[in-house]
């Protein structure tokens, strides 16, 4: 009877989940159609290129969500965050004279509540989708943006913890094969609104 009630409580959370997400995501995509509806009337390039970088953001986020909503208690990969990102930085940066193809298959490792608990691997996955946007959308508008084709490649491994079965985290690499960062680049004293963002989401709310 107890395995009855628990299996049932864990059928009710996970439905529960799912239809938090599924609203979420509704509502982000209202506000992305919004932000859209208002890049196509901008004539400023450099406001029109942030508006499509805003949009890219909540787009990132609201696949996320689309993803939780359709996973039991809000499990996904790091594959399937980065596939979704990537096909929206495309769609909405990339220019259509250029080609960039951006490679997902070394990246299936697990996010959700083997990492933390179903809210906290809930939170992992759209934080996630936040800092792997900012870091394609990098390599697209800056990484690459002297080529008419490149290549980004995302991957993911789990950490061991020593002495313990579970994993102590997740690495995740993001790599162009553009021109690099300029000599002496350091994220401190050179990064942009991008990269400080993924900086402060790493380390103030992942603890990387």
Do not use: W
């Not at 953001?57 to 790091?78: M, N, P, R, Y």
């Amino acid at each position: 009877r107890l395995y009855d009630e628990m299996r049932r409580s864990a059928e009710m959370k996970s439905t529960l989940l799912m239809e938090m997400h599924h609203r979420v995501k509704n509502n982000l995509q209202m506000m992305a159609s919004l932000l859209r509806l208002q890049h196509r009337r901008t004539r400023n390039k450099e406001a029109a290129q942030a508006l499509a970088v805003t949009h890219s953001q909540i787009q990132s986020l609201g696949a996320a969500h689309d993803l939780l909503s359709k996973e039991s208690f809000g499990q996904t990969t790091v594959a399937e965050i980065a596939r979704r990102v990537a096909d929206i930085a495309i769609a909405d940066l990339l220019p259509a004279d250029k080609r960039i193809v951006v490679e997902t298959g070394e990246a299936n490792v697990a996010v959700g509540p083997a990492h933390g608990g179903v809210s906290a691997g809930s939170s992992v996955a759209t934080l996630l989708a936040l800092i792997l946007n900012e870091l394609v959308c990098n390599a697209i508008l800056h990484g690459l943006t002297d080529r008419d084709s490149g290549r980004v490649v995302v991957t993911a491994r789990e950490l061991p913890q020593p002495g313990e079965s579970g994993p102590a985290g997740i690495e995740i690499d993001v790599t162009d094969d553009g021109s690099g960062l300029p000599e002496g680049f350091a994220v401190e004293q050179g990064a942009g609104l991008g990269l400080s963002i993924v900086q402060r989401l790493v380390t103030g709310q992942l603890n990387g």
